[in-house]
């Protein structure tokens, strides 16, 4: 099935040369807000609160001064394609009536579109992204050629983001709420099993951890043995290493001398500084 180019903006997705009845063709009238039902396609899970009262506030002295953009859906209703927080931010102050713009669009361009309105603004988390791309894959068979051609991205970073659905649904959550960067998600997706993802992703919360130092904890997993670098000395204590980077969450070194040794434990900010002398002195 042929699929219409995103990229360049709303109007690329929209039909063209289609007979539209009265009020379908793209003008703007006023349509009662009890006669709008939500888009059953919105990618956007999280609305902030602040943020739609602060919007309300501006609703109230100046209006809504862009459109919502919907389609019909009989009897007198209309289900909203593209304009989610001006709706709530609309109810909230109180509006009988809102502007809005009726277009003829399939379920296909009403998810894309929708889509495409929050990424335009940068509004969806990595996980809301995650889980519309799945779902234009699943339901309508994009590929993630076809999802990058349509948003206006590159593969690499769809292929990338659309990953993070296979994350277990705890590391989901972190991500979705911010405790968890896509960088982060990504050094967990890289772990082979579900049990060492999540340990690693508690571990990256509670130890409050870089992108960097996750990465150095993730490379410290069980995996198969590489050869000695000549001229190396051979680790004395890899498991005590290794035990110490999952508590400290930093890089450790145990080195051996003729009687006792040293434990070196590294930093790279003062930041990091002060959280291990925190976490060594209890």
């Known amino acids: 099935m042929e699929k ?18 009265p009020g379908a063709g793209g003008e703007s009238q006023q349509v009662p807000i009890e006669q709008i039902i939500p888009n059953r396609y919105q990618p956007r899970a999280e609305f902030h609160e602040v943020e739609l009262v602060q919007l ?64 335009q603004r940068e509004d969806l988390n990595p996980m809301e992204a995650a889980r519309a791309y799945q779902r234009m894959a699943k339901e309508f068979g994009f590929t993630q050629d076809t999802i990058a051609q349509q948003i206006g991205k590159d593969r690499s970073s769809v292929a990338n983001i659309s990953r993070l659905v296979n994350l277990p649904n705890e590391i989901q959550i972190l991500v979705e709420s911010g405790k968890l960067s896509t960088g982060h998600a990504k050094v967990l997706l ?21 992108v960097r130092q996750a990465e150095r904890l993730a490379t410290g997993q069980p995996r198969t043995a590489k050869p000695k670098q000549q001229g190396r000395a051979a680790r004395a204590y890899p498991d005590v290493e290794e035990r110490l980077q999952r508590r400290l969450g930093t890089r450790v070194s145990v080195v051996k001398g003729r009687s006792g040794g040293q434990i070196q434990i590294d930093y790279f900010t003062p930041a990091e500084l002060d959280r291990l002398v925190d976490l060594l002195l209890g």
């Not at 100046?62 to 909203?80: A, N, S, T």
């Not at 579900?194 to 340990?199: G, N, P, T, V």
């Open 56 to 119: 309300s506030d501006s609703l109230k002295q100046h209006g809504i001064l862009q459109p919502l953009v919907v389609r019909r859906k009989g009897d007198g209703f209309f289900e909203l394609i593209a304009g989610e927080r001006r709706l709530r931010a609309a109810k909230l102050a109180g509006l009988r009536q809102v502007p809005v713009t009726i277009r003829n669009s399939t379920d296909e361009q009403a998810l894309v579109l929708a889509l495409l309105e929050n990424l």
């Open 190 to 210: 890289g772990l082979p099993k579900a049990e060492a993802q999540l340990k690693l992703a508690r571990h990256i919360v509670s130890a409050e951890l870089s």
């Open 4 to 21: 219409r180019a995103l990229g360049k903006g709303l109007d690329a997705l929209l039909p063209t040369g289609v007979a539209k009845p």
